[in-house]
C-alpha cells in the first residue's frame, strides 16, 4: 500500500487534532483513562483509545484506512519525549 501524503500543513494538522480532541474527545474519557493513547482521525473525527500507539492506529486504520492520524496521550502534554528525563547541574568546585 503506498504512504499516504498529508492533507494540510504540520500546523493545520496539529490545530485541527487537537481542537477535535479537546471538544469531542476529552469531555467523553473516563478516569482511568490517564495515560492512554488515542488516536484520532482529523479528516473524519474518528478515534479509538488504547494503551500503545501500534494498537490504537491499526484499529484506526481499520476502519478508516485513508485516516490522518494525530495520537494524543491522555493527560500530557506529548506522547513521548527525547533526551535526558532530567537536566543535571554542573558541578562547582
Do not use: H
Not at 500507539?53 to 484506512?65: A, D, Q
Not at 490522518?68 to 527525547?82: A, D, L
Amino acid at each position: 500500500m503506498a504512504a499516504l501524503k498529508p492533507q494540510y500543513s504540520k500546523e493545520e494538522f496539529a490545530r485541527l487534532g487537537d481542537e477535535i480532541y479537546r471538544r469531542d474527545i476529552y469531555p467523553q474519557l473516563q478516569p482511568d483513562s490517564e495515560g492512554k493513547i488515542v488516536a484520532i482521525d482529523i479528516t473524519t473525527g474518528a478515534w479509538e483509545i488504547d494503551n500503545d500507539e501500534i494498537s490504537v492506529c491499526t484499529r484506526l486504520e481499520k476502519g478508516y484506512p485513508r485516516a490522518q492520524i494525530w495520537i494524543v496521550k491522555v493527560g500530557s502534554g506529548y506522547v513521548r519525549r527525547f533526551g535526558a528525563s532530567r537536566t543535571q547541574k554542573a558541578k562547582t568546585r
